[in-house]
């Protein structure tokens, strides 16, 4: 999909790159809940498909499991959900296409060219050249993808499937509200060391792999391939049938959405703005909060980021590497370990979630979404050129003077999209937001979805509104990040 968009000369490519972002930008179990109501068994394909004639019982695919028995004693010991793989491989596969389009990126095409010409075939041309010198990007959106489906817990709880370990986790500190067990921390330590262990294995793997780009010998603009005939068909039947499997999610938060009157019928009966009118008056106290969150995770972002890129890129420190690490490691530590943790040190204290949520649920999505304003942000600080700095403090500015005269205003795009990035993790958030929110009035949009879910009155169609506010909100400042940030996406242009 990703060497599809970057290397073929097809029509409607911002369309595709669009239709991938679309459960990128959202939270991931806003997904499931859309492919719930799409494929579940009173979901709109299942009852449509039911009322043709087509099939003659509803659509098990998003509940089906197959058991893993003990080869030597025949005891179950776990099984294999198919419909939770499903929606998570969906929902995270524009992660995965986007890190490997960028690397795709930066794949030197004079090396693929001479392949050709001493008579490559393509398909081998891309197995032993293209693939292998985008392996790191390769690894690093597996590594991504392993750790957020190891911190997954919303979509195992919307689909019902119980048996992973971080709504293991979270059960298990709910339980420790009444009597204590250790179940919570032992799970949160081996998920922790999982993270740690797949992130050490993939940068010794790419540490020990050979990656060469021959940079004088690159080609001066990028070649991309005209198809026709037979495999235009072929790969545009591709991409359209990716863009249907992937907008499902988003058509199915839609359609409940709107529904006022849904049962047992391929669409709504009656559609409207119930929902919406529903959130507002049960749910207003959760935009106050998810605004709080979002807000505070953005301006730590930026403030932060601003600062550390500065020290590690002018003041070259000898620790700078130990910093960038330490930086990563909020992207590596599950978010209900985060959460458990963060329960844990602060109970009894004047920041006990039971008793002040709303501050410390604030500072944690802050520091937890942090990278996501850095990474960007750093970048940036490495391209502004030190002369203009030097320059001042030759003139006699102080480092504090010359940091908020120049750099600041040389970084304020960067800044800007960063800070908009760490907004949108912030209001997506919710494993960590879900073990630290003891009531209601600390709960976030995010685990709003999940008290209208639970609640009889509401159930899926006001889920589907709260979902869908927050894929709007997600949708516009996504669109202010990158106008601000004026880059592509995956090395593709959107806008």
């Known amino acids: 999909y990703a060497y599809i968009l970057n290397r073929y000369d ?36 299942s009852l449509s498909l039911l009322k043709l004639g087509i099939i003659d019982k509803p659509l098990e695919i998003m509940y089906a499991a197959t058991p893993l028995f003990n080869p030597m004693t025949g005891a179950r010991i776990a099984e294999i959900h198919w419909g939770l793989i499903l929606i998570c491989t969906l929902t995270y596969f524009p992660l995965m296409a986007l890190t490997f389009s960028a690397a795709l990126q930066n794949v030197d095409e004079s090396l693929e060219e001479e392949a050709y010409i001493l008579g490559s075939k393509p398909l081998t041309t891309f197995f032993k050249i293209t693939l292998k010198s985008a392996m790191p990007g390769l ?6 993808v392993f750790i957020s489906f190891v911190d997954e817990i919303g979509i195992p709880l919307i689909v019902g499937y119980r048996n992973v370990m971080a709504v293991a986790a979270y059960e298990a500190i709910e339980e420790s509200s009444f009597y204590y067990t250790p179940k919570g921390y032992v799970l949160s ?29 690159a080609a001066r603009y990028r070649k991309i391939v005209k198809v026709r005939g037979i495999k235009r068909i072929i790969v545009m039947s591709f991409m359209v049938l990716m863009s249907i499997l992937l907008s499902i999610g988003a058509i199915g938060i839609i359609i409940a959405a709107f529904a006022e009157r849904w049962y047992l019928t391929p669409l709504p009966t009656k559609i409207g703005l119930k929902n919406f009118e529903a959130v507002l008056k049960e749910y207003s106290i959760l935009f106050r909060n998810s605004a709080i969150y979002s ?18 890129v002018r003041m070259r420190l000898s620790y700078s590497g130990i910093l960038d690490y330490i930086l990563t490691l909020p992207l590596v530590v599950p ?15 004047p920041l006990d979630p039971f008793v002040n949520p709303i501050t410390i649920i604030a500072l944690v999505i802050a520091f937890r979404k942090l990278p996501y304003a850095f990474r960007g942000i750093y970048a940036s600080t490495l391209q502004i ?57 600390a709960g976030s949009l995010t685990v709003g979805i999940f008290l209208a879910l639970t609640d009889i009155r509401h159930g899926p169609p006001v889920g589907s509104a709260i979902a869908m506010i927050i894929i709007i909100t997600c949708l516009i400042v996504s669109y202010l990040a990158n106008l601000f940030a004026k880059k592509t996406i995956g090395g593709l242009r959107l806008f």
Do not use: C, D, Q
């Open 10 to 45: 097809i029509p409607f490519k911002s369309f595709f790159l669009l239709i991938t972002l679309l459960p990128f930008i959202s939270p991931p179990y806003v997904g499931g809940l859309g492919y719930i109501n799409m494929l579940g068994r009173h979901g709109v394909i």
């Open 139 to 144: 690894i690093s959106g597996i590594i991504l």
């Open 189 to 217: 330590l081996l998920m922790t060391a999982i993270g740690l262990l797949i992130l050490f294995l993939g940068r010794k793997y790419v540490s020990l792999s050979r990656y060469v780009s021959v940079v004088k010998g």
């Open 295 to 312: 807000v505070t995770a953005m301006i730590i972002g930026m403030i932060m980021s601003a600062l550390i890129s500065y020290i590690m």
């Open 335 to 349: 978010g209900v370990v985060i959460g458990i943790g963060t329960w844990a040190i602060w109970r009894g204290t």
């Open 385 to 441: 050129p030190p002369e203009f700095e030097e320059a001042a403090l030759t003139l006699g500015a102080s480092r504090i003077r010359t940091f908020f005269k120049i750099m600041l205003p040389a970084l304020a795009p960067a800044l800007v999209a960063g800070g908009l990035l760490a907004f949108i993790a912030g209001i997506t958030e919710l494993s960590s937001t879900l073990v630290l929110s003891a009531t209601k009035s």
